[in-house]
Structure formats: structure tokens, C-alpha cells
């Protein structure tokens, strides 16, 4: 078991009506951080959902972020302290990080926020973050179409999994690509940047399909994709969604051999519900616990021991632990727990992990550069590395980045 220590972190554990009872009174102000004594310990806020429909991938992320500030406090801390976080649950639902991440700012007196699982929470504490100038860390695969000058992607970018995973995907199987995707931000970006590289590549886009979180019958989706008549189908239906989407893909005669498919339903988190139909396929990741390099497994020990976790550990959690440490090595070279001093400093690290030598944030999206690996997915949840596809640059610039 890893030693655990208990004054290096406060959870709180937040209910959403305690949080909108306790935030009434500010919640039309302007957000403001009292963060920056350079005495007192850094404190993170982390804004996770640990319940509702994504919660066990909230979950996965706290893990890994745990284990992340964990590492840095065995080593000394920053500016010889140890590191606190505060953990607060969102339940998925934008109105609420908003209102959580105010109150990690205004009253935990943090000075980075870290976390969220979808797109449109994520937004949602991005522009939080941006008013009170605090930067903000995601681990989450993905990102969106507006950049902020406080937030920073540790998961891998849109362009960089689907850039060398479509191509291959319409070589392979054939030109008609089919898209189905949750109905949020998020899934309809994806779509957007599908149809470019589709393009690109020689493909047609046959259908396009997004359901609302929370769909349990999918039988008449499921109808028209398969009418459409796909080689490929990439999918961005997430949370438990995924799982009732796949299986009644496949009950419906939509998911078979003959038809490529890829996207979020492969993601580890999934796995263990989804095992009969991605084995054997290829994923696009930016860490996998299966990766060959002595401090990944250092880590994929630790959590399994402290978790006591024996399915595929969920790349977020990589992302988070990881990310986390490139976050506070740039708190140790701001000197001081300013938010904007850290900022700046996020802005400028290079950092090396087993995420790649070198890893740092493109100025002109904010997106981590780092590489990506093609893995298999083999029996018993091994996503095992068949290529070290090395950086994949995602360099487009967004708007609002500087």
C-alpha cells in the first residue's frame, strides 16, 4: 500500500445545493482570487464529477492527480511545502463547476484549478478561470473550439488522435464514414474535425447522428447509421452511454468485424463493459498503462495498490498524474503561489515525462506537444503499444489563446 498523507490534502466533499447556498451571495461579482502568499501552502482546486453519468472517469482523474501531487510532496513540495488540494463533485453539470469553481477561488483561496470530464464543464470552468486569472489544467482527451489564456490540455487534442487513426481507419476498412456522438460541445468539434481529415483522406461522410445524455434505447439510431451503410463509424457517445451504444450496435447488426470503428468506446474506461467487441482494434492514446518505461509502471503499481484497481487504468488518470506535476513544477518556478506568475511560467516549461522528452504547450492553442502512441487492444484489457507514433503537432491556432 502506498503511505498515504493526510495533511497533504483537504477533500471536501461539496453537494450541489451546499454550493449554490453558499455561493448566492457572490455569485453575481466578479470572480477574484486571494491566492498568491507566497508563505502559506499551494492549494489546488479540483473539480471533478464523482457522481452522474461520467463519474467513475471523475474518479480515474482524482486518482491520478492524487498520486501526482503524492509524488511531488514525497520529494519536498513546492517552496518547501506540502501541496493541498480541495476536491469538489460537479456531477457533470456546467452551471454547477461554475459555481464550485467560484467558490474554490473566492473562499479555498486556491491557486490553480484542476479537472472536469466533458467539454461543456470544462468551458464552463475555463471562463471562470479566465476572470479571475487562475490558470486551469484538464486531462481529458480532446478540446474546443475557443482557447483561454489560463487553460492548458493535458489529454491528447482532437487533431492528434484522429490524425494518424482516420487515414488508416478509411485505408483499411473503406470511404464511408458514419459519426454518431452524445448531444454537447464536444462531440459536435469532434465531428467537425472527422469530416476534415475524412476528407483529406479520400472519405465521404455517409451519416451523422448525436443523442442527448442519458439515452438507453438507441435502436433507432442504430437503424439509420446502419442504413447509411458504413465502412467506419467513429463515435464520440460517452459516459455510460457508450457502453448501452456499442452493445445495441452490435445486437442491431450495426457493429461487426467489417466495420472499422473508433473513438470514445474504446477509451479504457470502457473496457471492462465493452471487452468482447474492441478487442483486437486499434486505439490513439497519449499514455496507456502498459507503456515501457520504469516511472509509468512506478505509477500504474501505486494505483492499483492504493485503489486496489485491476481493470485498465483510465488514461485520464495518466494525463492528470502527469499534468499535475508539469503544473506544480511550474508553481516551483513562478517562486511564489501567484496564479498569474504560475501562469506565465505553464506557459514557458518544457517538461520531460513518460509522456514524451521536452513536452510543452503550443502558445497558439494551449494544447500539450507530446506523443502519441498507437496501441492494440488484446483479452484481458492489455492496450498494448504496437507504435511510438512520436509528436503529433497540432498547432491551429484558437482564438482567444494569448
Known sequence: MVPSHPFSRTVVLTTVAAALLTLTACSGSAVSSAAGDSGAPLKIGVVVPLTGPVGETGKALQHGLELGVQKV?????????????VVVDDAGDPATSTQLARKLIQQDRVSMLFGTITGDTAEAVSKVAEDAKVPFGTAILGDTERCSPYSWGFGESTRQILLPSVPELIGEYGKRVAIAGSDYNYPHFYAGIVKEIAKSAGGT?????????GQTDWQSV??????????????????????AFSQQAKQFGLLTSKLGYDGAPLDTDYYPALADLVNGRTHVVRWTDQLDNAESKKFVADYRAKYAFTPPIPEVAGNAYFGIQFFLAAA?????????????????????SPLGKGTHFEPANHLLQADMLETTIEPGGAYKVTRNLGPIADDVAKQGCS
Do not use: H, W
Not at 504560475?342 to 516549461?349: A, D, Q, V
Open 73 to 85: 510532496n514525497d520529494s519536498g513540495g513546492v517552496g518547501g511545502k506540502k501541496v493541498e488540494y
Open 205 to 213: 461522410i455517409v451519416a451523422e447522428e448525436y443523442s442527448p445524455l
Open 222 to 243: 442504430i437503424t439509420r447509421l446502419k442504413d447509411a451503410r458504413p465502412d467506419v463509424l467513429l463515435s464520440m457517445v460517452v459516459g455510460a452511454d457508450a457502453v
Open 332 to 352: 516551483g518556478k513562478a517562486g511564489r503561489n501567484d496564479p498569474q506568475a504560475i501562469n506565465t511560467e505553464i506557459g514557458k516549461m518544457s517538461f520531460d
